[in-house]
């Protein structure tokens, strides 16, 4: 029904987090439609960012220079160091504008039906950055899920014996939240974590 350049623009959308097929159909007409505004930019815009970003070599991070601009800050608090499963979870923490401590990017969660160890998130990496003289705080900020909690406990276990403080983040009630449609671990994380008003 359509040229082989739109069927393959339309698998390599479809590959896309929220993007299904039809999805990926809809975005591949509107990039075509809107080629002078929308498919040509986009196109020089990614071979931009294939060639120019990379991956931090101190925390994990995307950027254009290594380190990156949040390792490379004097103003960050070294003392604080927030481990965070992927970019996607730095990006969610720099965007409230509270932290400002410096990061570790594990890039995944330990999970043995997948076969990913601790090998495989550079773990020992995280455990030297965190015992060096700067850091004081290690705040694991990985989901609030199996592979999440299991991964926090196993970096936990591993930092209990070198002199630094290790915190996660609150679960519970988010702001704005009903309790009728929150789910029970929800509601029983939140009652756990109770503080005096």
Not at 74 to 85: G, I, Q, S, T
Not at 91 to 104: D, I, K, N, P, Q
Not at 142 to 162: F, K, N, S, W
Request: hydrophobic share 45%.
């Amino acid at each position: 029904m359509v040229g082989p350049e739109i069927e393959r623009l339309i698998q390599l959308l479809s590959r896309l987090p929220g993007l299904g097929p039809r999805s990926a159909r809809r975005a591949a007409l509107r990039l075509v439609e809107r080629r002078d505004t929308l498919l040509i930019p986009l196109s020089e815009a990614m071979a931009e960012a294939a060639v120019r970003v990379k991956t931090c070599s101190v925390c994990g991070n995307f950027d254009t220079i290594d380190p990156c601009a949040i390792c490379a800050d004097p103003r960050r608090d070294a003392a604080l160091l927030c481990v965070v499963e992927d970019v996607a979870g730095l990006w969610a923490m720099e965007r409230t504008g509270c932290f400002r401590g410096r990061y570790a990017v594990l890039g995944g969660l330990l999970s043995a039906l997948d076969g990913v160890g601790p090998e495989d998130l550079g773990i020992a990496r995280l455990v030297d950055r965190a015992t060096s003289s700067e850091v004081a705080e290690v705040i694991l900020a990985t989901p609030a899920t199996v592979e999440g909690q299991t991964t926090a406990h196993y970096i936990a276990d591993r930092l209990a014996l070198c002199g630094v403080t290790v915190s996660g983040l609150a679960h519970g009630v988010p702001v704005g939240g009903e309790l009728d449609h929150l789910d029970d671990g929800t509601i029983t994380a939140a009652l756990r974590a109770r503080r005096a008003f």
